[in-house]
């Protein structure tokens, strides 16, 4: 069970992520920039747009409307209270081994 939990936390991240780097996402181009899979993880996203952490819009496209997600000001604050000390305390490495600072 922890293992699952903890699974779910950098999912999150990955989504905080996400739409902070891209502005706006559609739910297809979401899951597949997070590796996830529609069907098994929407229930996140659904989670995540309840505690305001994410901002979901439906746009209408011809007969069809499509869902795009924008990260929300909660989501903002999470990234800057939790995830940018983490970031610097623990960089991220790019491909070449180096870290990105």
Sequence with gaps: MVHEYRDRIY???DILLKL???GELNQSKLMSYCGLNNVKHKDLLDDMVKKNMID???EA???KNI????????GREILREILEPY???FPRM??????NV
């Design 20 to 22: 902070y780097d891209y």
């Design 87 to 89: 970031e610097s305390l």
């Design 67 to 74: 869902i795009k997600y924008r990260i929300s000001e909660k």
């Design 94 to 99: 790019n491909p070449k081994g180096s870290s």
């Design 61 to 63: 496209w011809g007969s």
């Design 11 to 13: 999912i999150r991240k």
């Design 56 to 58: 979901k819009v439906e």
